[in-house]
């Protein structure tokens, strides 16, 4: 379960955690550009995901059996 917003962070804080729970490394450096870096990965990640197609399909068919079951239930 990801924490919600009872969770006493920084957005920094934040951020850090959701890249820790996804393995997402922050690297050690002088700047704050790590977070930003860290969460440029993450966000590319995610929009991988949501293009690939494999997955397009399986959400789908996911749909496609809700719509069915939904049907059935009306009837």
Do not use: W
Not at 11 to 32: F, G, M, R
Not at 37 to 46: A, D, N, Q
């Amino acid at each position: 379960m990801i924490p919600g917003e009872e969770i006493d962070f920084s957005l920094a804080d934040y951020s850090k955690l959701a890249c820790v729970l996804l393995d997402i490394p922050i690297h050690n450096t002088n700047n704050n550009r790590n977070v930003i870096e860290s969460l440029h990965v993450l966000f590319t990640l995610f929009s991988e995901f949501k293009a690939n197609q494999h997955f397009q399909q399986q959400q789908k068919a996911e749909g496609f059996e809700n719509e069915q079951g939904n049907a059935m239930e009306i009837n």
